[in-house]
């Protein structure tokens, strides 16, 4: 990845749960250096005990790749593209799953593959990335602990990166900071001017992104209005602000219900 790109300076992908406090448990866990410059969390999703009802796993859009697992089944492993709207998943009344989060372009980086391909879908990984498959299905069981399946990733991870040739383009990689460091508010026409047409920007952000420069910038717009609502007062009574870089309120709310499929109330 660029030397003067440090993702982890510049986003922190968001993934709120509404979860029920005793039953289910919700953990992130950040890895060590320098796998921590390609990879947001890892992250362990488990019940605590049995559910009365089959669990609504909602994913908002964050603009990033996930691999992922059941750790009671590890040879059940999938790779989940970029979502450009919210997902919703039943996993089932006991689960136990264990997540990779990559920051947005490294996991076509770090794989050599097309991040388009996956947009919107999720695959399982064999084939995409077959020898991690592998790794994924012989490494892991239900006796693993948290700390345990960290330490198992930040070894193969480290391997991994210290063995790839890794070279990109800067101008890629300077628009991409460009949004980031904005928040998404940019003028795609005329504020990305990094030596590349239009033509070669939108290329560059399917084959690494995902998807195109514009949806990309209101993925990371809406991520910003998220992390103002949960870091915001809890109180319910409130009324919702017009949030910055939206037309009106009503543009917000729509946008952020697309994204989350919630509206910034219930957050």
């Not at 750790?71 to 979502?83: A, D, H, Q, Y």
Request: aromatic content about 14%; proline content about 5%.
């Amino acid at each position: 990845m660029n030397k003067e790109t440090d993702l982890r300076k510049l986003y922190r992908p968001l993934q709120p749960l509404l979860l029920p406090a005793s039953q289910v448990a919700y953990q992130e866990v950040c890895p060590c250096e320098p796998v921590s410059r390609y990879i947001y969390c890892y992250w362990r999703l488990r019940t605590q005990s049995p559910l009365t009802e089959n669990f609504q796993y909602r994913i908002v859009a964050d603009g990033c790749i996930d691999i992922f697992f059941e750790l009671n089944n590890p040879s059940e492993n999938f790779v989940m593209g970029l979502c450009n709207k919210y997902t919703e998943f039943s996993i089932g009344h006991t689960f136990d799953y264990v997540g990779i989060r990559f920051f947005p372009s490294a996991f076509p980086v770090l794989f050599r593959t097309d991040a388009s391909d996956l947009t919107d879908r999720f695959e399982h990984l064999a084939n995409v990335a077959p020898d991690t498959s592998k790794f994924i299905e012989n490494q892991f069981s239900h006796k693993n602990t948290t700390t345990e399946i960290s330490t198992i990733l930040d070894s193969y991870f480290s391997r991994l990166i210290s063995g790839l040739s890794i070279q990109q383009d800067c101008r890629f990689y300077a628009a991409l900071e460009i949004i980031m460091s904005t928040n998404g508010a940019v003028n795609i026409e005329t504020q990305l001017d990094t030596g590349l047409s239009s033509r070669q920007l939108r290329r560059l952000f399917d084959r690494y992104i995902g998807d195109s420069p514009k949806t990309f910038s209101k993925i990371i717009r809406f991520q910003n209005a998220l992390e103002q609502k949960v870091n915001e007062s809890t109180d319910r009574n409130q009324s919702i602000p017009t949030e910055d870089h939206y037309y009106d309120q009503a543009h917000f709310i729509k946008e952020f219900k697309h994204f989350s499929g919630l509206t910034p109330s219930v957050i």
